[in-house]
């Protein structure tokens, strides 16, 4: 089972930009579900959440993931 929280170093990597930024982004992601009544947690934001917001909802595996 995959982690429910993506963290900075997650984020910068996936997005390929620096773990400042990558905060950034995930504090702007944490602002959007506080507002819609969501607790959160500093540093990470939800993995599902981060993806929606990423990809639309529509994450590819890498090949030879099944």
């Known amino acids: 089972m995959s982690e429910k929280f993506i963290k900075a170093q997650e984020v ?3 997005l390929e930009v620096s ?3 990558a905060y950034k982004v995930i504090r702007q992601l944490n602002e959007e579900l506080a507002d ?3 607790l959160t947690v500093s540093g990470r ?4 959440y ?3 917001r990423m990809y639309n909802g529509n994450v ?3 090949k030879g993931e099944t």
């Open 36 to 38: 819609k009544g969501f």
């Open 45 to 48: 934001v939800s993995r599902q």
């Open 60 to 62: 590819q595996q890498n």
């Open 19 to 21: 773990v400042p930024y």
């Open 50 to 52: 981060f993806n929606e």
């Open 12 to 14: 910068a990597q996936v």
